[in-house]
């Protein structure tokens, strides 16, 4: 509060700033150490109001206003509460129809408070004024309902507020449609859910303004001015009004600290903030991070406050728009029934008489074409959620209810939605309890775990539409062909249940997984199959982005993993459904190409069984008989033979029979020694999933880091690359690229001249080449600093080793990497690009000078050491 006597002093001195300005940094001080020693959130909020009522009330006084104008404040101020940084409204209310009486003492008020730094709205208006602006916007009015005199004539204030009444403007019903219609507009603008990895603490749906939107409209039409009055309106329960309060709180004390943190009126909590509130909240590190916790709370809160803003909100529409409308009630079975466009229990012990019914309200509601719940049957179903025990899960009937849920047609992923909210779903299974709200603090995953894997859920529903068989063809194809879509559903709910536990999330996974079938009596080879793709279901991504999938030797292994067509089949839509649910920007035409090329050669093994597989050997001839046909007619077998002899065998086992002949040809053709580059076109109906950029240059070094570095400053992201040196001393090179959107580049021939003449450039540099192109680290990067990881391994056979990199994605990273291989005098002879997010894993296949794998263990750290060391110096 104001300090009387050192106020007193400053005054004396003739100095009003000095006077109020010392007063103001005295309790900024005072309120952040309160804050630091716990004291109650609400007493600050409140205190600070109180203050800023002081200090206000204080300039009017010295400044000399007359009695015929008012400081007012209004909005959150007005309500009595204010945060560090909040805008101070004020509303200055006179009689003045001309408004020029005043103006000499307004313009020193304000000029004051902006002197301060004071983050102050303001308006200066006549009564008529107010209502002027008032009936012409819902956000003027609404401000106006919330109203305390600083200074000046109370009944200025008194005559607004008889003006501002529902039965004088803004109907009760007016207005809360209009502030329904701005809430879903809000929602829209935030992401739709309460989960946005940076939520607005405000703003977001479960955020501080859906609480006030509620209070806006019941207090309009009960006609009160405090929550504490509306409790005998039966507008909350008991339980609602509680967790109110305490979501209130915790959003309160996360806004007030981010306002002290960033001395601004910041209410995004960014991911920088996030560690810092969770520790200066107590959070600690132990199996899971303490951003972890601090967010699973955070998440876990406005999820509720959405869903009390969501019950209370249908409540009021029904109290104040719908009234005594009568509705039509139609008649479901003895426990539920449909009045007007929302399900309903037919009486008030539905549930603690037929506790079942929990689950089969679910049913109806995928089966029904209904709005939704009404809300006095969503609390019931909240009261009634503790009946869900040990017993309740091990009864037939209720395991078949939840069985039967997965088997419905539609509406599957709102019911698993609502189910999630009203708090039925994490009880049933516990171990689904866990994960709800548990967010992952990384950006690779977009979504807290329980949002993706409901996501997964629906990204698997979705194929049977057309839209989503357009874009995922195959994916479709195979869940289509399903019948027993339900096993595949209930898996995608277990994929990633193991989270959080401090361990291999797949395998923990996969007992909850053994233990689910086996409680709801699942046929053995059933359980089994669920149990697999939930310990497998990474599998087939990290095979076709990690490994060699045109080795057969690699098929084979990943066939004999899978086992059978219907495990494949299943894995498959997994994946594809896991990847988009992750981060649908991780998907592109490369990824999907690459899935697809695994999926088909992975059945062709299957088809041929284990006593069949295709070798090497085989794969070479086919190759080269197949290339060589479509040769015919355009090059002799001389001309193919004198080039294809200076070919090893990766070559003719890694390219397609297409691609062998597309180079051939263009070699043969070429008659300057200059280096040569090739652009396949892609077009639209093409099955390629990127633009090959083909290279061919007599062996220098730094050519792999050159050519890295030319698509980077071209924007291309590569996504693969295939190098083969030939034993007449010429490098071939094949980049697979995407452009900045993620797809293969258009066909433009004035485009692809711009990419060979940049390679052409910078390839004329290699005898001094020794810079990389770098960027500046982007914002969201520095808060998720990726450590470079490597591991260096040597596969059963073949000539070559495996060097994987895991880092953060950046320009210049692959020239970086590139130049390091030639100072220590190691060859790339493949390449698995692969960005997850701002993260990328690749891995390299690598050989010396000799085209021998890397046995040296000193040369192997030392590669590896200089890969990390240089890669992190760069952040």
């Not at 004999?560 to 997994?574: C, F, I, P, T, W």
């Not at 940049?758 to 540099?765: A, N």
């Amino acid at each position: 509060m104001l300090q009387t006597q050192r106020i007193q002093q400053n005054l004396a001195d003739g100095n009003l700033l000095a006077a109020l300005n010392t007063e103001l940094q005295h309790h900024q001080q005072q309120q952040e150490q309160q804050f630091r020693d716990g004291v109650d959130i609400r007493t600050l909020i409140s205190e600070r109001a109180h203050f800023f009522d002081q200090l206000l009330a204080l300039a009017w006084q010295q400044l000399g206003f007359p009695d015929d104008i008012s400081l007012i404040a209004v909005g959150g101020y007005g309500r009595g509460e204010l945060h560090p940084q909040s805008d101070i409204d004020l509303l200055l209310l006179h009689g003045d129809k001309k408004g020029n009486r005043h103006r000499e003492l307004i313009e020193q008020f304000l000029q004051l408070l902006w002197d301060l730094k004071l983050n102050v709205g303001h308006s200066v208006r006549t009564l008529k004024e107010c209502i002027q602006h008032a009936k012409q916007d819902i956000t003027v009015a609404t401000s106006l309902m919330e109203t305390r005199t600083i200074a000046g004539d109370e009944s200025w204030r008194q005559q607004l507020q008889e003006q501002m009444a529902p039965g004088k403007l803004w109907p009760a019903a007016d207005f809360f449609m209009a502030k329904r219609d701005e809430q879903i507009a809000r929602h829209q603008r935030h992401g739709i859910n309460e989960y946005d990895l940076e939520p607005n603490v405000k703003k977001s749906p479960g955020g501080l303004r859906d609480i006030q939107t509620i209070m806006w409209v019941a207090k309009r039409y009960y006609k009160v001015e405090s929550r504490e009055q509306l409790r005998s309106k039966a507008l909350f329960s008991d339980s609602e009004y509680r967790a109110l309060q305490e979501g209130e709180e915790l959003l309160w004390r996360v806004r007030f600290a981010l306002h002290n943190l960033t001395g601004r009126p910041q209410e995004v909590l960014h991911f920088d903030r996030q560690r810092q509130l969770a520790e200066l909240f107590g959070y600690q590190d132990n199996e899971r991070l303490a951003v972890e916790q601090f967010m699973q709370d955070y998440y876990r809160t406005v999820m509720q406050l959405r869903l009390i803003n969501e019950v209370v909100m249908r409540h009021l529409q029904e109290t104040i728009v719908d009234g005594n409308k009568q509705k039509a009630i139609t008649s479901i079975d003895d426990c539920f029934q449909v009045r007007g466009k929302l399900l309903e229990t037919t009486h008030k012990k539905v549930f603690s008489e037929h506790p079942s019914a929990l689950l089969e309200v679910f049913i109806h509601l995928s089966k029904l074409d209904v709005d939704g719940i009404r809300p006095t049957t969503v609390r019931q179903i909240q009261a009634h959620s503790h009946l869900i025990d040990d017993k309740f899960r091990s009864q037939p009937r209720n395991q078949q209810l939840f069985m039967e849920l997965f088997r419905q047609p539609y509406g599957l992923s709102t019911t698993l939605q609502r189910m999630t909210r009203y708090g039925i779903l994490g009880t049933y299974l516990p171990e689904f309890g866990q994960i709800i709200g548990q967010m992952q603090h990384d950006l690779f995953h977009i979504y807290p775990v329980d949002v993706h894997t409901l996501q997964v859920v629906k990204n698997i529903r979705r194929l049977s539409r057309d839209k989503a068989a357009e874009q995922f063809p195959l994916a479709a194809e195979l869940y289509r062909a399903m019948d027993d879509k339900e096993l595949l559903l209930i898996t995608a709910l277990y994929h990633d249940i193991g989270k959080g536990r401090g361990g291999n999330h797949s395998l923990l996974g996969a007992v909850d997984m053994r233990e689910f079938a086996n409680r709801h009596s699942l046929a053995e080879s059933d359980g089994d199959m669920m149990v697999w793709l939930v310990e497998s279901h990474l599998l087939m991504s990290r095979t076709s982005q990690k490994e060699d999938i045109s080795d057969p030797e690699v098929i084979n292994k990943f066939a004999s993993k899978v086992g059978s067509q219907r495990y494949l089949d299943m894995l498959y839509v997994l994946t594809v459904a896991d990847v988009n649910a992750t981060n649908p920007e991780l998907w592109n035409s490369w990824k999907a190409s690459l899935m697809n090329q695994l999926y088909h050669e992975t059945s062709r093994a299957l088809a041929r069984g284990k006593d069949d597989t295709l070798d090497q050997q085989q794969r070479i001839a086919d190759n080269r008989a197949q290339a060589l046909q479509k040769l015919h007619g355009k090059l002799s077998e001389e001309q193919v033979s004198i080039l294809w002899n200076t070919l090893g065998d990766d070559y003719f086992l890694r390219e397609t029979a297409t691609d062998i002949a597309w180079h051939t040809e263009a070699i043969q053709q070429y008659d300057n020694d200059q280096p040569m580059v090739l652009i396949k076109s892609v077009d639209s109906s093409a099955t390629e999933g990127a633009t090959q950029i083909f290279i061919r240059i007599r062996d220098r070094d730094n050519s792999f880091a050159a050519m890295a570095a030319a698509l980077d400053q071209l924007g291309l992201n590569i996504q693969g690359a295939r190098l083969y040196n030939s034993s007449d001393n010429y490098t071939l090179d094949t980049f697979y690229v995407l452009d900045h959107n993620h797809q293969p580049i258009t066909s433009d021939p004035e485009h692809y001249r711009r990419i060979r003449e940049t390679i052409l450039t910078e390839l004329q540099l290699l005898d001094s080449y020794s810079e990389v192109v770098s960027r500046r680290t982007s914002r969201r990067l520095k808060q998720f600093p990726v450590a470079t990881t490597t591991k260096l391994s040597q596969p059963p056979s073949g000539d070559y080793s495996i060097l994987e990199v895991t880092t953060a994605d950046r320009s210049g990273l692959l020239a970086l990497i590139g130049r390091i291989f030639v100072e220590l005098g190691i060859r790339v002879q493949n390449a698995k690009i692969s960005t997850l997010g701002e993260r990328v894993e690749d891995v390299f296949y690598i050989s010396d000078l000799n085209n021998q794998p890397i046995t040296d263990p000193e040369l192997g750290e030392l590669l590896q050491q200089n890969i990390r060391q240089r890669i992190d110096s760069q952040i």
